[in-house]
């Protein structure tokens, strides 16, 4: 012991007949293994923690290839939406309404009351977007609240499956909670909820499934467990009980017993981003959502027993199916592209930064083809892109998960001279790790903000909702797409960006953009890359117009965007994308969501809520454009 003590190295050692042995991992590739299938007809899923995270968008991703009927098991019950949130459609709003409601029946409400209510608000809604997705991908599904830490509880779900449905064919043990703290700062009672909460649920499962019928056994472990890691002794604890449990099962079983040491997850996770930076500084690859989930049916469909710990992350060696080229690219740097065209940091300090920007017709090539009334004005998109940027700089090494509760308080006009404006993007006191707040002003009047909106850093985001099916027998649009630049539309050649429109109705329209590259719109290098291509989101916005005007003959100018979330960039020849008027849509307000799409139907990207206010005086502007 003394000797280990001193030696450094590895974190698991063991003694034999006077041999020093340590634990490596190796590269297994599943390439070749006859396929064993994942669940039949009929089968039961049993998932603990599923309704949330990691383990919900891994379950829907099984529940795709097999259709099973799942067996939810979590803290958070399946509930009906209260009518007073309903109609609250973001975080903020959400938060808002909570707030109001709360103080309503006690003015004196504490902030942390109304931080708890709003959490439980936002659990709920995830469960429920799980469950939508999960039966859109056409399983049935059961919720079981329970605390899995109570062991009795558990057990007595699992008993009562086993009643109902005469069998359990797979589980996902993937429940799990993280309070990272160093030892000496540690307080007993959380380590114990950490360790409990993996460990009690499993020794559950392992006392009451019943092996002869089970296809396969899941422990959601983490490369903690197997490599250790600062601040984390408690889930490295309680991942390595998951690992040897795992060991111990899979010796005694005919089903496939295997615990995943997940490395951290790219968007979502049980890992911190102050964790996320430490795997980084290590070499640690963050693993996206869609090939975490790839991995996982692969290892069922391929994986054999006496494989027992398998670890999944960049420092195993194991090659993953390569992403395409762009989409590395995309996380390999940082966007800069507006950046780029003269922006200095005046304030530089973790999770704070403050930047003056100047907008100049000269290095922003695009302001000539953007004119209300013949006047340069900064496009909403191209503000939104300029947050965006300024949010990935304050953090270097994370990257921008999304933008969210965008607002336009008021446009920015480009002057002859150049217009300087002031843009800060801050940590939000006591908002979740990974939030940073905002804001653009215009350097000349600092108190005034021009835009504000919110960012999320390497962290969960509001689940998206079940893929809906595409738009059909839509009829073809009424013009050509020359006619609506010049009837409908102000916009110059460079924002003339819509290459076909497929078909439009009352429900939305259907088309096809041209991306744009930085530096075709500014005066900078070539390599420099977009957060979510400006140029591309206003041609988004145009269609929004056409509709509007079509429809309700308006012309709409942007007021809000509910969140913007790029996937992979949009580069290529040809981006679709697919506007969806949303129910709420009443004139003059026009509410609409944008999904943009590769060639072969896969999501690049998304537009939530987007929110343009509509007047028959605008019309004027279309003529303007045309005249100028």
Same mark, same amino acid.
């Given at each position: 012991?003394?000797?280990?003590?001193?030696?450094?190295?590895?974190?698991?050692?063991?003694?034999?007949?006077?041999?020093?042995?340590?634990?490596?991992?190796?590269?297994?590739?599943?390439?070749?293994?006859? /396929?064993?299938?994942?669940?039949?007809?009929?089968?039961?899923?049993?998932?603990?923690?599923? @309704?949330?995270?990691?383990?919900?968008?891994?379950?829907?991703?099984?529940?795709? &290839?097999?259709?099973?009927?799942? =067996?939810?098991?979590?803290?958070?019950?399946?509930?009906?939406?209260?009518?007073?949130? @309903?109609?609250?459609?973001?975080?903020?709003?959400?938060?808002? &309404?909570?707030?109001?409601?709360?103080?309503?029946?006690?003015?004196?409400?504490?902030?942390?009351?109304?931080?708890?209510?709003?959490?439980?608000?936002?659990?709920?809604?995830?469960?429920?977007?799980?469950?939508?997705?999960?039966?859109?991908?056409?399983?049935?599904?059961? *919720?079981?609240?329970?605390?899995?830490?109570?062991?009795?509880?558990?057990?007595?779900?699992?008993?009562? *499956?086993?009643?109902?449905?005469?069998?359990?064919?797979?589980?996902?043990?993937?429940?799990? =909670?993280?309070?990272?703290?160093?030892?000496?700062?540690?307080?007993?009672?959380?380590?114990?909820?950490?360790?409990?909460?993996? *460990?009690?649920?499993?020794?559950?499962?392992?006392?009451?499934?019943?092996?002869?019928?089970?296809?396969?056994?899941?422990?959601?472990?983490?490369?903690?467990?197997?490599?250790?890691?600062?601040?984390?002794?408690?889930?490295?604890?309680?991942?390595?009980?998951?690992?040897?449990?795992?060991?111990?099962?899979?010796?005694?079983?005919?089903?496939? *017993?295997?615990?995943?040491?997940?490395?951290?997850?790219?968007?979502?996770?049980?890992?911190?981003?102050?964790?996320?930076?430490?795997?980084?500084?290590?070499? =640690?690859?963050?693993?996206? =959502?869609?090939?975490?989930?790839?991995?996982?049916?692969?290892?069922?469909?391929?994986?054999?027993?006496?494989?027992?710990?398998?670890?999944?992350?960049?420092?195993?060696?194991?090659?993953?199916?390569?992403?395409?080229?762009?989409?590395? &690219?995309?996380?390999?740097?940082?966007?800069?592209?507006?950046?780029?065209?003269?922006?200095?940091?005046?304030?530089?300090?973790?999770? /704070?930064?403050?930047?003056?920007?100047?907008?100049?017709?000269?290095?922003?090539?695009?302001?000539?083809?953007?004119?209300?009334?013949?006047?340069?004005?900064?496009?909403?998109?191209?503000?939104?892109?300029?947050?965006?940027?300024?949010?990935?700089?304050?953090?270097?090494?994370?990257?921008?998960?999304?933008?969210?509760?965008?607002?336009?308080?008021?446009?920015?006009?480009?002057?002859?001279?150049?217009?300087?404006?002031?843009?800060?993007?801050?940590?939000?006191?006591?908002?979740?790790?990974?939030?940073?707040?905002?804001?653009?002003?215009?350097?000349?009047?600092?108190?005034?903000?021009?835009?504000?909106?919110?960012? &999320?850093?390497?962290?969960?985001?509001?689940?998206?909702?079940?893929?809906?099916?595409?738009?059909?027998?839509?009829?073809?649009?009424?013009?050509?797409?020359?006619?609506?630049?010049?009837?409908?539309?102000?916009?110059?050649?460079?924002?003339?960006?819509?290459?076909?429109?497929?078909?439009?109705?009352?429900?939305?329209?259907?088309a096809v953009l041209r991306p744009t590259p930085p530096e075709r719109a500014l005066a900078v290098a070539a390599g420099e890359r977009w957060w979510m291509d400006p140029i591309t989101v206003d041609c988004a916005l145009q269609l929004q117009v056409i509709w509007a005007r079509l429809a309700w003959d308006v012309t709409l100018l942007p007021a809000s965007i509910g969140s913007v979330r790029p996937v992979a960039p949009l580069e290529g020849e040809a981006i679709g994308v697919e506007l969806r008027v949303r129910p709420e849509s009443r004139p003059p307000l026009c509410h609409v969501d944008h999904v943009f799409t590769a060639p072969g139907g896969r999501v690049l990207g998304r537009l939530t809520d987007v929110v343009g206010t509509g007047s028959k005086v605008l019309n004027r502007l279309a003529t303007a454009g045309a005249a100028s």
């Amino acid at each position: 012991i003394a000797a280990e003590l001193v030696a450094g190295g590895p974190v698991e050692v063991g003694r034999r007949d006077g041999r020093r042995i340590t634990v490596e991992p190796v590269a297994e590739p599943l390439d070749g293994r006859p /396929d064993g299938g994942l669940l039949d007809d009929g089968a039961v899923l049993l998932v603990t923690g599923g @309704a949330r995270g990691i383990t919900a968008a891994a379950t829907i991703a099984l529940a795709r &290839a097999c259709r099973p009927t799942v =067996v939810l098991v979590g803290r958070t019950g399946l509930t009906e939406e209260n009518p007073r949130y @309903a109609a609250a459609a973001g975080d903020a709003a959400l938060k808002q &309404a909570v707030i109001a409601t709360l103080r309503a029946g006690d003015p004196g409400v504490t902030p942390a009351t109304v931080e708890r209510e709003y959490r439980r608000l936002l659990r709920e809604r995830e469960v429920r977007a799980t469950v939508a997705a999960l039966e859109e991908a056409g399983a049935r599904v059961e *919720v079981r609240p329970c605390d899995v830490r109570d062991a009795d509880a558990l057990a007595a779900i699992v008993e009562d *499956v086993y009643a109902t449905h005469g069998r359990i064919d797979g589980v996902i043990h993937g429940a799990g =909670v993280i309070e990272d703290k160093l030892v000496a700062d540690k307080e007993l009672d959380s380590f114990e909820r950490v360790l409990a909460t993996k *460990v009690t649920g499993a020794t559950v499962l392992a006392r009451t499934l019943r092996p002869d019928g089970l296809r396969f056994l899941v422990f959601f472990s983490s490369v903690s467990g197997r490599f250790g890691n600062r601040g984390q002794a408690d889930y490295a604890a309680a991942s390595e009980a998951l690992d040897k449990l795992a060991q111990h099962l899979d010796r005694r079983w005919p089903a496939r *017993v295997v615990a995943v040491e997940w490395g951290p997850w790219l968007t979502t996770g049980m890992v911190s981003p102050a964790v996320r930076r430490q795997f980084a500084e290590r070499g =640690v690859a963050l693993i996206d =959502v869609e090939t975490g989930c790839r991995m996982l049916e692969e290892e069922l469909r391929f994986g054999r027993a006496g494989e027992a710990e398998v670890v999944i992350g960049g420092t195993t060696g194991f090659d993953p199916p390569a992403r395409p080229a762009a989409a590395s &690219a995309a996380h390999a740097t940082p966007p800069r592209a507006l950046l780029a065209a003269d922006a200095a940091v005046t304030r530089a300090e973790p999770d /704070d930064l403050e930047l003056r920007r100047t907008f100049d017709l000269a290095r922003d090539r695009y302001l000539t083809d953007h004119r209300l009334d013949g006047r340069p004005v900064v496009p909403f998109a191209v503000a939104t892109e300029l947050m965006a940027e300024a949010a990935a700089a304050a953090a270097p090494g994370r990257r921008v998960a999304e933008v969210a509760d965008i607002r336009v308080l008021s446009g920015l006009e480009v002057p002859d001279g150049g217009l300087e404006v002031r843009v800060r993007a801050s940590a939000i006191a006591g908002a979740e790790t990974g939030t940073l707040d905002l804001s653009i002003a215009a350097t000349a009047e600092p108190r005034r903000l021009r835009y504000r909106a919110r960012a &999320a850093l390497d962290r969960p985001v509001t689940p998206d909702p079940p893929p809906a099916e595409p738009l059909a027998g839509l009829p073809p649009f009424p013009m050509t797409v020359a006619e609506a630049y010049e009837r409908l539309l102000f916009h110059g050649p460079l924002f003339q960006g819509i290459v076909a429109i497929e078909g439009m109705d009352e429900r939305g329209l259907r088309a096809v953009l041209r991306p744009t590259p930085p530096e075709r719109a500014l005066a900078v290098a070539a390599g420099e890359r977009w957060w979510m291509d400006p140029i591309t989101v206003d041609c988004a916005l145009q269609l929004q117009v056409i509709w509007a005007r079509l429809a309700w003959d308006v012309t709409l100018l942007p007021a809000s965007i509910g969140s913007v979330r790029p996937v992979a960039p949009l580069e290529g020849e040809a981006i679709g994308v697919e506007l969806r008027v949303r129910p709420e849509s009443r004139p003059p307000l026009c509410h609409v969501d944008h999904v943009f799409t590769a060639p072969g139907g896969r999501v690049l990207g998304r537009l939530t809520d987007v929110v343009g206010t509509g007047s028959k005086v605008l019309n004027r502007l279309a003529t303007a454009g045309a005249a100028s």
